[in-house]
């Protein structure tokens, strides 16, 4: 761990950081992973993939026990949704 606390606009900023510069080209390959769970973890940039949000932040944890983790969905704008839709892009 980096030895700093951070706040959750950091951790935010810096998940997705990582995740357009270093792991979006390996994770969105071939949409096998759309709508799946990705737990990033914003020090060192390991992450994992699940089915659901406890699975993928478990598999990083084993990995990396003190990671700072940012979670996400593969493809979608947010890891949950509270009511309404997903509504898909208008071309």
Known sequence: MSGRPYDKDEIARRGKELYERRVREEVE????????FL??????????????ALGATAKLRRKKPDAVVYLMRVGRPTAFRLGGRFRAAQA
């Open 29 to 36: 390959a071939g949409g096998a992973n759309e709508g799946r």
């Open 39 to 52: 737990a990033i973890d914003v020090d060192s940039g390991d992450y994992e993939v699940g089915d659901d």
